[in-house]
């Protein structure tokens, strides 16, 4: 795997939007990887699995040699159809020891976090990461158990034993409280994939989060 | 694999139905397999993918030591995660070629079929079977492309090197003309599931099927 786990891959963590059609899609992910992310999720809502393939594969190629981990959305066999670096569960997605056993260990896995209870029970399930839904108010998920804060954020980061990474809602306006909490890093859909430059949205985020270390 | 493939598991397919809730889907499928079903598919597509995984390991328990195998529809990786004994896709489920790459060579793999283009196309595809559909009009799948009817089940029987299996609409009222077309098996989903007695559907089922041999 092409992790680098030591520069921490989560600190601008791309999450693509599936409303996009495939050359948006790779033209967000081309400019985003050129503007600084260090991750990318394919996140696939309402397409069938062919579409899936087909994007993750096209993700795949753009983030060849550049040491971007590329993680799928829910379907771990999609991930394996695609060698991708990891998966992300959600909740209601297949269980994490499941997962882990399919993927095997050297793969990341990640898990969204909605409510304190998900967030202990997480210490004792064989993930790399958290992903901390949702921060804010945000259009793109709307099924959300709630909204965590800056406050709520603050505590799981202390809390947990796991990179955090936080998502919902999170622009540049909001970013300096966020990087406050000390937490891994920022999880994007909008910010990144609606600006008129990815790649430019991307590298004002990451010259932003140097200002705040 | 507990297949007996020499016994033609693809006789009398029972497909289960995802609104039946989880103590139903276990009676459902404990009573036709006492009735002499010959496979079973477990088909979810409106629950979440732990709930798949539950019902699918449910069933399985059911099915250990009675030879009939245990397919899942479309899920590849909850196939392997309950190390089921085969998978069934539809034409927008992951391609046939990747989803045998993924369950190795020895599950069984088989492929809905609803024209005559992918009829042929499946002549190059890694499958074991093809699942016909629909030969008839039927309430459980609305969204099928045409109906193939009794003709159209018998030239595909006659072009096709694969085992057919007729799903969609049939029951005891045209079984007889379904087997004269010399197919390797019906799949039924409301015929048993929907049942008064889903046992003593599958024993009149098979005795019909016999009586037409």
Redesign the interface.
């Known amino acids: 795997m092409n992790t680098e786990k030591t520069s921490n891959p989560y600190r601008l963590y791309l999450v693509t939007d599936d409303q996009q059609d495939l050359d948006t899609l790779k033209n967000v992910v081309s400019e985003a990887v050129a503007g600084g992310v260090t991750m990318v999720q394919v996140r696939e809502k309402h397409g069938?699995?062919?579409a899936f393939?087909e994007r993750a594969k096209a993700v795949k190629m753009i983030l060849a040699g550049t040491g971007v981990p590329l993680i799928i959305n829910?379907?771990?066999?999609?991930a394996?159809?695609v060698d991708a670096d990891g998966v992300h569960l959600g909740q209601?997605?297949?269980?994490a020891d499941?997962?882990r056993?399919?993927i095997g260990p050297d793969k990341l896995l990640g898990l969204s976090i909605e409510t304190e209870a998900q967030l202990e029970e997480a210490d004792n399930l064989p993930v790399d990461y958290l992903g901390l839904s949702a921060i804010f108010a945000t259009p793109t998920k709307t099924n959300t158990k709630k909204e965590w804060g800056i406050e709520g954020l603050r505590k799981a980061v202390e809390q947990s034993g796991y990179p955090i990474v936080a998502i919902g809602g999170i622009n540049t306006s909001n970013l300096d409280e966020v990087m406050a909490t000390r937490l891994a890093g920022v999880a994007l859909v909008s910010a990144i994939c609606h600006a008129e430059s990815p790649k430019r949205a991307a590298e004002e985020i990451l010259a932003q989060m140097n200002r705040t270390d």
């Open positions: 069938d699995v062919r393939i829910d379907r771990v066999d999609v394996l159809a209601s997605d297949m269980p499941i997962a056993d399919l």
